[in-house]
């Protein structure tokens, strides 16, 4: 209540002004007339001075005095006409009128657009609110429930034939631990996230104390996708899990960052977003995310975090092109052979160490095509729609790739 007879005051005393102006009157600063009627009178008393002085006639007087007169009717009816014009042409109705379509103007906006009734509430209280929601959030089942279907991915009847082979053979050997890893990955690249990240789980459960950051960064990034980009519980135990073995981990320390943008806590995801920005190299999968979200999570948490910083250009590492390995493929063996280990495999290793554009994955699948090596191709392009599952331009530019390579029928 207090807030409402607080808000009413102001909005009546912003209200106010203008209805005063309003109804003020013209300022009474004297014009040009009244400057003439007072010289005219003091013109009258001089002719009386210079009469009794004798200096003029009665008869001078008398003219002299007319013409004044004159002049000074001239005047009054000018002052007269001024006057009427600096009167208020604002009625107090009209005055009263705006006064209550501001007041209430005002209070109707507010109830619309802001939220009538709701406590100031300290740091201490959100920052509480904000644990208990995060304690509260829903479960992956729950999440994975009202996540929207993901689109279609159009991979060729050959490569999911294979993948069914794949499945098949897991299923008959399940504590094969290299096909446990290699269904999780291909899962993820038909688009089949729980049936993904159900193998992912399965790898680490085989690997056991082995289990690296990389295992749980990756089952963690499949867990958000399947819940259509939402951080659960079970993902941040997956994250928090990679963090335990390596605190550097890009991957979880950004999805750390959007588990605190979606509790109710923007101002860490924005230290944390901020921080990685410095430590990654601007081609870093996370990169261009992070730059797409942290200006509305530093909106949110009242940080001022514009303009972004440039995004440094990054040089693609060497790779060779498909013509490179057309001129290969008229070598002789020994020669083929070292343009490849030099050119692809120094590509090829580059990736699968430092990650890089999408523009050097579809060089490698390219390239892998020409050679005819068309396995290894698919399973590079697998790879790298997993990499590039949440940009959807990267993925465009690897399918492209795989199609031109043959393994995207």
């Not at 009157?25 to 007072?38: H, Q």
Request: glycine residues 8%; proline residues 7%.
């Amino acid at each position: 209540m207090t807030f409402w007879i607080i808000a009413l005051l102001i909005a009546l005393a912003t209200a106010g002004l203008p209805a005063l102006v309003m109804l003020r009157t013209r300022s009474t600063v004297e014009g040009p007339a009244a400057f003439d009627l007072a010289v005219y009178r003091g013109q009258l008393a001089e002719i009386d001075r210079d009469l009794a002085r004798g200096v003029i006639g009665p008869e001078d007087a008398d003219r002299v005095r007319a013409e004044i007169g004159r002049r000074v009717l001239a005047a009054d009816a000018e002052s007269q006409a001024a006057t009427t014009a600096a009167a208020p042409k604002v009625t107090p109705l009209l005055a009263v009128a705006l006064l209550v379509a501001i007041v209430t103007g005002s209070i109707a906006l507010y109830s619309r657009l802001g939220v009538p009734g709701y406590p100031d509430l300290a740091l201490k209280a959100r920052i509480a609110a904000a644990e208990t929601l995060r304690q509260t959030r829903p479960d992956q089942a729950a999440a994975e429930a009202q996540a929207p279907a993901a689109p279609p991915v159009n991979l060729g009847k050959e490569y999911l034939d294979l993948v069914q082979k794949l499945r098949d053979t897991v299923a008959a050997r399940p504590d094969d631990l290299d096909g446990q890893a290699l269904l999780a990955r291909h899962e993820a690249a038909t688009g089949r996230m729980t049936a993904a990240y159900q193998a992912q789980r399965k790898v680490i459960a085989l690997k056991g104390d082995a289990a690296t950051a990389e295992d749980y960064a990756l089952l963690a990034d499949m867990l958000i996708l399947a819940a259509g980009g939402y951080v659960s519980p079970e993902a941040e135990q997956a994250l928090d899990a990679a963090l335990g073995r390596d605190r550097s981990n890009g991957i979880a320390r950004y999805y750390t960052g959007l588990m605190m943008a979606q509790t109710g806590r923007p101002d860490v995801a924005v230290r944390i977003w901020s921080q990685l920005l410095t430590d990654s190299t601007p081609d870093a999968p996370w990169v261009a995310p992070i730059r797409a979200e942290i200006a509305e999570a530093a909106a949110r948490a009242g940080i001022d975090f514009s303009p972004l910083p440039p995004l440094p250009t990054v040089p693609t590492g060497p790779g060779p092109t498909a013509e490179d390995v057309r001129n290969a493929a008229g070598m002789d063996a020994g020669d083929r052979q070292q343009m490849i280990e030099g050119m692809v495999q120094g590509l090829a290793d580059r990736l699968a160490r430092d990650g890089g554009p999408p523009e050097d994955w579809a060089k490698l699948i390219n390239a892998l095509g020409v050679l005819g090596q068309t396995d290894r191709a698919r399973a590079i392009a697998a790879e790298a729609r997993t990499a590039f599952a949440a940009d959807p331009a990267a993925l465009a530019r690897i399918e492209d790739a795989a199609r031109a390579a043959g393994v995207n029928e």
